[in-house]
Antibody, heavy 122, light 111 residues
Framework: EVQLVESGGGLVQPGRSLRLSCAAS????????MHWVRQAPGKGLEWVSG????????GYADSVKGRFTISRDNAKNSLYLQMNSLRAEDTALYYC???????????????WGQGTLVTVSS | NFMLTQPHSVSESPGKTVTISCTRS????????VQWYQQRPGSAPTTVIY?????PSGVPDRFSGSIDSSSNSASLTISGLKTEDEADYYC??????????FGGGTKLTVL
């Protein structure tokens, strides 16, 4: 059974940093691209970032480019999102999501985690 | 980059058929596959359609997807509506740089 378990969310002040983690199990992690997708309270889904199976291809939404960094550790079956210079508008539930293919953008999201909540407020 | 525009809400009665549209603002809808995700209140999204018209295993054949180049849009059709279909539905595609693009979501009410 595929499981994606996010952690690392919490309350953080504007301008500070936070690192999200996603522990993956139930599939061969290094065979697939991965994504972060977020959802602000009461709002729709927003794609944040994607990373290919070998970290060779990475993409970011314009809204987070230059502030967020996605990475993965295939030896630990883990996905990460380093979030710097956080803003109030980054407040959201952050989902870790598995792609059906090795390269992000070539497949579709077939599994989602339950999300971790990030609240940016003073 | 492009946007995907969906109606904010649709409603229909149980047993009926409903269609949700997703219009691409620029570039061809056929350029990149379209996916559809269902999100019930308080739950993570799940995939109901991928690659324009494919159903993941476990998704009933009441759900179908299509694209229409003339209107530059994708559509999700749900037939034989059930109360359990009441949810938010999001279309999604990728741009030429492989960045994800989601539609704004459509709230389906089955009344």
């Amino acid at each position: 059974e595929v499981q994606l378990v996010e952690s690392g969310g919490g309350l953080v002040q504007p301008g500070r940093s936070l690192r999200l983690s996603c522990a993956a199990s139930g599939f061969t992690f290094d065979d697939y691209a991965m994504h972060w997708v977020r959802q602000a309270p009461g709002k729709g889904l927003e794609w944040v970032s994607g990373i290919s199976w070998n970290s060779g291809s990475i993409g970011y939404a314009d809204s987070v480019k230059g502030r967020f960094t996605i990475s993965r550790d295939n030896a630990k079956n883990s996905l990460y999102l380093q979030m710097n210079s956080l803003r109030a508008e980054d407040t959201a539930l952050y989902y870790c999501a598995k792609d059906s293919e090795q390269l992000a953008g070539r497949g579709w999201i077939d599994y989602w985690g339950q999300g971790t909540l990030v609240t940016v407020s003073s | 980059n492009f946007m995907l525009t969906q109606p904010h809400s649709v409603s229909e009665s149980p047993g009926k058929t409903v269609t949700i549209s997703c219009t691409r603002s620029s570039g061809s809808i056929a350029s990149n596959y379209v996916q559809w995700y269902q999100q019930r209140p308080g739950s993570a999204p799940t995939t109901v359609i991928y690659e324009d018209n494919q159903r993941p295993s476990g998704v009933p054949d009441r759900f179908s997807g299509s694209i229409d180049s003339s209107s530059n849009s994708a559509s999700l059709t749900i037939s034989g509506l059930k109360t359990e279909d009441e949810a938010d539905y999001y279309c999604q595609s990728y741009d030429s740089s492989n960045r994800g693009v989601f539609g704004g979501g459509t709230k389906l009410t089955v009344l």
